[in-house]
């Protein structure tokens, strides 16, 4: 496993009551302290990722100690999204780009999926191959909303406090199990079903 992102905390999140949106970011908090030595001892890299510079100043802390803390470590990359938007991040990505090209510093030539995959907050990392959403919901809440393309999804019930490695495993299983086409056509012709199996026609 190369990475994985965990969706932590969305811009949306901040309309929540002002003592739930501090609870969050004490468990946060709370999260680096207690986790930190199992990310190191397991070769753990830590990132996040999202509008970081808008979160306190403590949290903000916390979470390059957890950087710097990681930074030798060659293992997965585990990525959190805090104050994330799929749709902001693009937004401020067209935003980066009007001001390069205003500056003379980029073309419309210069633009394809590579460049934007290299300047989206997921710096040209691999896009995911699956996307776990759980607690029963049937929409992907403005996650990822580039990089996940081609990504198959796997919708589970469980809440994501009570997600355990067995959920975890069972979603795996059930990617396995698909056959991945990329908009193109099933192998020999056939047809992908729901099921992940490929019918000949």
Known sequence: LEVMTLYAFSTENWKRPRHEVSTLMALLKEYINRELENLCANNLRFRPIGRIDQLESSVQRELQRAVDGTAECTGTLIQIALNYSGRQELTDLVRGAVAEAAAG?????????DWISDHLVTGGGPDPDLLIRTSGEQRISNFLLWQVAYAEIYFCPVL????????????????????????????????????????AE
């Open 105 to 113: 510093n980029l073309t419309p030539k210069t633009i394809d999926e």
């Open 160 to 199: 994501w406090p009570d997600f355990t490695t067995i959920n975890l495993l069972q979603a795996i299983l059930e990617f396995q199990r698909r056959d991945r086409r990329f908009g193109g056509l099933a192998p020999s012709g056939g047809v992908f079903t729901p099921a992940g199996t490929t019918r």
